[in-house]
């Protein structure tokens, strides 16, 4: 992850929100930082700066927190499907307890929801007092992805954002963009500014899985991937500047 640019204060002060209503997806690879496994608290932290400053701002923040740096339901072998993927979304309760920790000591009011009830420790995911939540500007966290197997936590970012009438969903990722291609095995791979949801279906393109890409387009929710490693990319998308790829409906 960059180290903070002496730039950056300055440059902050200028911004302006361009949404109002966010949707932030989180991978659990990304709360790891270079250990690649496991919550790493400063990256935790710093991660969660600009998420703190946009609320702050007035923008209302909803995180959905995937699950893979701790455990992945399609990469269990031999174990049934169906209580792998449950492993996964107790996987994704840890990272939300986590970010939701990380806001807090930046002074951010936070609410943890999860799927699968588990009162002891976050609320049911009810989308009413979620959307209260947030109009209250409170940043509301979403762990157990769907709350079902078989569905990952893309399409859970999808399901959530189209449920509290989020203005797009802003996925935070360790490329840059949308390419042609993987860049990491292609240095020629090309870069896409802007996409079509049917240009992402059509090319399988690696944006989000086909379920999260046609629920998206179906509620007509822009996507716009980035990268993270420079957590400040978060502040600069909800404030309209050019980052990554924007995906959207025709």
């Known amino acids: 992850m960059k180290e903070s640019d002496p730039k950056t204060e300055i440059e902050v002060l200028n911004m302006q929100p361009n949404y109002k ?10 709360l790891a930082g270079k250990a690649g496994h496991g919550i790493d608290a400063a990256t935790v932290l710093e991660i969660c700066r600009p998420i703190q400053a946009c609320a702050a701002m007035g923008v209302e923040m909803a ?6 740096n701790f455990w992945r339901g399609r990469s269990s072998g031999q ?5 792998a993927d449950h492993m996964g979304m107790l996987a994704t309760v840890i990272n939300a307890l986590g970010v939701a920790d990380a806001l807090e000591q930046l002074g951010a009011v936070v609410r943890v929801q999860t799927a699968i009830s588990m009162q002891q420790v976050a609320e049911p995911y009810i989308r009413n007092r979620a959307v209260r939540h947030l109009e209250k500007g409170r940043v509301v966290v979403f762990g157990c992805g769907t709350g079902n197997p078989f569905f990952s936590t893309d399409t859970a970012a999808a399901l959530r954002a189209a449920e509290i ?3 797009i969903i802003l996925k935070a990722t360790m490329v840059d963009g949308v390419y042609d291609c993987d860049p990491k095995k292609n240095p ?3 870069k896409y500014d802007r996409l079509t949801f049917m240009d992402v279906l059509n090319q ?6 086909s379920t999260a890409a046609s629920l998206c387009k179906d509620n007509k929710i822009p996507i716009l991937v980035f990268s993270l490693e ?8 909800v404030c309209g500047e050019p980052v990554g790829t924007l995906v959207e409906a025709e």
């Open 21 to 30: 209503r966010v949707l932030l997806k989180l991978s659990g690879e990304s």
């Open 63 to 68: 995180i959905v927190v995937g699950g893979g």
């Open 79 to 83: 174990m049934d499907r169906t209580r």
């Open 165 to 167: 009438d989020a203005d």
């Open 188 to 190: 020629q791979a090309k």
């Open 204 to 209: 399988n393109l690696q944006v989000m899985d």
């Open 230 to 237: 420079d957590p400040e990319n978060i502040r600069r998308a």
